[in-house]
């Protein structure tokens, strides 16, 4: 009898388990549906028939649609950035690393839902530590990528790298905010690029 609830797991175990399945299930539905339906409404029902789950648990695991929907956005993001990380590995030096980068950025599909998420955390104070979170994990994890490419490759940057990808990624959603709020323009119109200091060789303590 103690050999099977040793190999079943307790209950609070195995339940423990299965929420964790139900919210990652549903944080990848919300997310592919925004992702697939850029700028309309997805309906509590419609991410719970997606993940196989309840309507009800979205409120039992989230205590909102809208905490969903941020952690969703910015799951999408995270996708996004791997892409957005190769992209930069690809690039053969500083100039065009700050270019592609600052492009393959602006193109990103998850931008107009963590556009979303940011103003949802202003209007909703209670969200706004669950924003904070995924912004921080954002910011290390480039600002990790960053780093290990500028020691591989011998860039330096202007200013420390922790204030390096910050500025760049608060340039960058802010300019999507920005047209959201009803901003006139395009992509073209912001010099994305022009906001990272990376540039080819060490920094030069005597330079012409």
């Known amino acids: 009898m103690e050999k099977k609830r040793t190999e079943t797991g307790p209950p609070s175990a195995r339940a423990r388990d299965r929420g964790r399945a139900t919210k990652r299930r549903l ?11 850029p700028g309309t ?3 509590v029902a419609e991410i719970a028939s997606a993940a196989g789950a309840f309507p009800n648990q979205v409120t039992y695991y989230f205590g909102s649609k809208d905490s969903l929907l941020v952690h969703a956005a910015f799951l999408g993001l995270l996708h996004d950035t791997r892409r957005v990380e190769r992209v930069g590995r ?4 500083a100039a065009a690393f700050r270019r592609n980068v600052a492009r393959a950025v ?4 998850s931008l107009p839902s963590v556009a979303r998420a940011l103003a949802t955390g202003i209007a ?3 969200l706004a530590p669950v924003v904070d979170q995924h912004l921080q994990l954002l910011f290390r994890q480039s600002e990790r990528f960053t ?10 940057t202007g200013r420390p790298l922790a204030a390096e990808v910050r500025t760049f990624w608060s340039t960058a959603l ?10 006139h323009g395009t992509s073209a119109d912001l010099d994305l690029a022009g906001s990272l200091t990376l540039h080819d060789g060490p920094d030069p303590a005597g330079r012409a």
């Open 124 to 126: 909703r104070p209670e």
């Open 27 to 37: 944080i990848e539905a919300a997310a592919r549906l925004c992702e697939e339906r």
């Open 106 to 109: 602006l193109a990103m599909p």
């Open 90 to 93: 690809q690039a053969p030096d």
């Open 147 to 156: 780093g290990r490419l500028v020691e591989a490759r011998g860039w330096r």
């Open 41 to 43: 409404e997805v309906s």
């Open 174 to 183: 802010g300019a999507v905010l920005l047209v959201r709020a009803g901003a």
